[in-house]
């Protein structure tokens, strides 16, 4: 695969580029300048991290078997756990470290052979595993699938995209995001304010105003010149405005919902009272989304929440949300 950057698609870099290098020198991301089609049938008849490999190998020509992946994280490091109302959780945190950033080191070093994970390393892998999810919990390319995410740094967002984009059946993306709703107003509105203050929630990973990978959102939807226009407000701390073809373009299964941090405070426990599942505040955040996006389109299409940490990461919040001890709660969760 070749790779250009969100800042210069003249220039033409290998996928080493993209893997070891976390931007170009112009300090554009490095993106696919043209996606792999993903097979679904092909990846059906694969085990789960054999499909892993799979797609880390179409990114990034590289030749890792399925068994390395097996060794590298285990047999069961990513699980799909179904919940009510045609839901399912995909569990990419099942390793030592309970979370996704573990899963993903690990990958990253079978591929790079070292340590440390690129931005667009860090997007391949969340595309690999997103990639044996959707080919797990599909019956075919035509069972469609919302994919819903908490709004972070956009990784998960980006992936979800180009999964899509790669011919996966990826319905809508619905993002969840915090008081700090910035990405609403870009979406909803058409206005994003990039030198806002962001306010700090129960779900610190999400308090972002300007999101790193939201750059590669602009470029999937305007190119270069968009970015700089983007870029430019960035500097200044500016209102950017997108273009009505770049919004339009955005809008097309990108779906933001803003869910407050009450909200996900009482998600937790009301979730575990009505069918015993220990939800922690980002999960909550996702689920809360779709939940309040089926509200408000009247679609009810299942929905798969990309899942990056266990409960017991943010022991604190959940504790203090289901009203029981830090020591009681690890009790409940193993």
Known sequence: MLYVTTRNNGDIFTANHALNKNRAEDGGAYVPFKLPRLDFGELKALPFNHRVANVLNLLFGTRITGWEV?????RQ???????PHRVMLGQMWHNADECFDALREDL????????????????????ACLAALLVEVCVDERSVLDVAVPSGDFSAVMAAWYCRAAGLPVGNIVVGCCENAALWDLICKGELRTGQIA????????????????????????GNREVMRYLDACRTGE????????????????HIRVVGEKRVVSTI????????????????????????????????????ILSDRC??????????????????????LR
Not at 77 to 83: F, L
Not at 108 to 123: D, M, Q, S, Y
């Open 70 to 74: 097996d060794f590298a994280i285990g």
């Open 77 to 83: 490091a990513v699980r799909i756990q179904n919940m």
């Open 108 to 127: 990253v070093r079978l591929i790079r052979k070292e340590e440390g994970v690129t931005e667009w390393a860090e997007i391949a892998v969340r595309m």
């Open 199 to 222: 306010v700090s929630t129960v779900t610190p990973l999400c308090d972002q105003i300007v999101p790193r990978n939201l750059e590669r959102l602009v470029f999937a939807c305007g």
């Open 239 to 254: 209102w950017y405005y997108p273009g009505n073809d770049v919004l339009s373009h955005m809008r097309k299964g990108l």
């Open 269 to 304: 426990p009301n979730v575990y009272t009505a069918n015993g599942h220990i939800f922690g505040p980002y999960d909550a955040l996702s689920y809360s989304a779709v939940l309040d996006y089926r509200a408000a389109t009247g679609d009810n299409r299942p929905a798969l």
């Open 311 to 332: 409960p017991s990461r943010d022991l604190a919040v959940v504790a203090g949300a289901m009203g029981i001890s830090e020591e009681m709660l690890l009790q409940r």
